[in-house]
């Protein structure tokens, strides 16, 4: 039995899907250990950390009058509109949003429908933005907590046979370190094909293709595709070097930051520029600080996952991580992989490039045998 979720694009409407978003994930982690087991809403679950984060930066702008979100940066739109949230806010009985206590995200979606259409999807969507900024920092940062992390590319393949790194002595449970190459990139002739799919079926936008950017990365525009998202005014973007973004972009972010490309030929030059170059570093150019360790925007990624018994040294992993200059590579992160040419599914705790020689030599250590990374 299949059933539809069914709201206008009322901002307050989404509290349904949100409290339906929340006990589904309840429901995946009592059953299957997983809270992204069950059917997956997690886009509208705006009531978590990150949510009441957001509806509190979202409150501080409106009561001290400064500019929350995405707000036009005139100052007169700006203190005018500041004005006219307060009171809708009050109208609907939320005067007392600059106390802790009220940074209820439930009460915040509840009371909206009782606020005029204009004023509540602007309060909404400058509350998405906001939210979804604090999900972008949390993840660049490694400090997102997801759960299990499926590692998503075109093309997985595992690198070489697995090795065994460590035999728990008591039990005989072994610990595998697999290394998978991922090819998260999108070619031209792909990207085009998804584009001219979505105009023979109509369902092209007037928004809807490729884009470069206003300004110069490296000496050089950097070139996207755009579709118009089922969320109101807003595109996913699909990129050359790490494919489709897990983030939306706002119409308004996307206009001041890209231009829209007229000649075919032109958003093929800079695309298949992008798609070859990625190949070969990351987004940083070959002057990077962090040198090949660095994999951000990089079209090819090496990922090596420790396997099988890893609670006997979860410790020593825990440790060695902890030293990790990155924030992002301090985080223990569960990840699962299946290769795309045998569907082969894997398991385990990611480990940094730059840290895996430095894992295993914990595992000699451990063991009180001489390592021959040493």
């Known amino acids: 039995m299949f059933f539809r979720l069914l709201f206008t694009d009322l901002g ?18 009592l059953t ?58 009050n109208s609907v009985g939320m005067e007392d949003i600059y106390e802790k206590q009220s940074y209820d995200v439930r009460r915040f979606l509840n009371r909206l429908l009782g606020i005029a259409p204009d004023i509540q999807n602007r309060l909404f969507e400058i509350f998405v933005h906001i939210l979804d900024d604090l999900v972008q920092k949390a993840r660049i940062e490694g400090n997102l907590d997801i759960g299990i992390v499926d590692l998503k590319a075109n093309v997985i393949e595992l690198q070489g046979t697995p090795k065994t790194v460590y035999v728990d002595q008591t039990r005989g449970a072994s610990t595998v370190l697999f290394t998978f ?17 979505k105009q023979k079926a109509e369902f092209v936008s007037s928004g809807d293709g490729f884009y470069k950017s206003k300004r110069h990365w490296l000496g050089k525009h950097r070139v996207i595709l755009t579709f118009e998202s089922s969320n ?7 990129r050359p070097t790490t494919g489709e973004s897990t983030r939306d972009m706002h119409i308004e972010e996307l206009t001041r930051k890209y231009s829209k490309v007229s000649s075919l030929k ?17 987004m940083h150019g070959p002057y990077c600080k962090f040198g090949k360790s660095c994999s951000a925007g990089s079209r090819l ?13 979860w410790g020593n992993i825990q440790t060695v991580l902890s030293d990790q200059v990155r924030q992002m590579d301090k985080r223990l992160r569960i990840v699962r992989v299946e290769t795309t040419s045998d569907n082969r599914r894997f398991v385990g705790v ?3 490039n730059e840290a895996v020689e430095t894992v295993l030599e914990g595992f000699f250590l451990f063991l009180c045998i001489p390592s021959p990374f040493l």
């Open 181 to 197: 190459i991922l090819d998260r990139g999108v070619s031209w002739e792909l990207a085009n094909t998804k584009l001219n799919e």
């Open 232 to 238: 109101s005014a807003m595109y996913k973007i699909v």
């Open 266 to 282: 032109e958003a093929k030059i800079g695309w298949e520029d992008d798609y070859e170059a990625s190949s070969k570093q990351c």
């Open 12 to 29: 307050g409407e989404r509290r349904f899907a949100s409290a339906v978003a929340k006990r589904l994930e309840s429901l995946g982690a």
């Open 301 to 313: 990624q090496e990922v090596n996952v420790l396997g099988g018994a890893i609670l006997p040294v």
């Open 32 to 89: 299957q250990g997983d809270r992204r087991a069950g059917p997956s809403l997690s886009a509208y679950n705006y009531d978590s950390a990150y949510g009441k984060k957001a509806l509190k930066i979202l409150y501080t702008g409106i009561t001290e009058m400064v500019r929350p979100g995405c707000l036009s940066d005139r100052a007169d739109k700006m203190k005018s509109f500041i004005r006219r949230a307060e009171a809708a806010l």
């Open 350 to 352: 990611r480990i940094p």
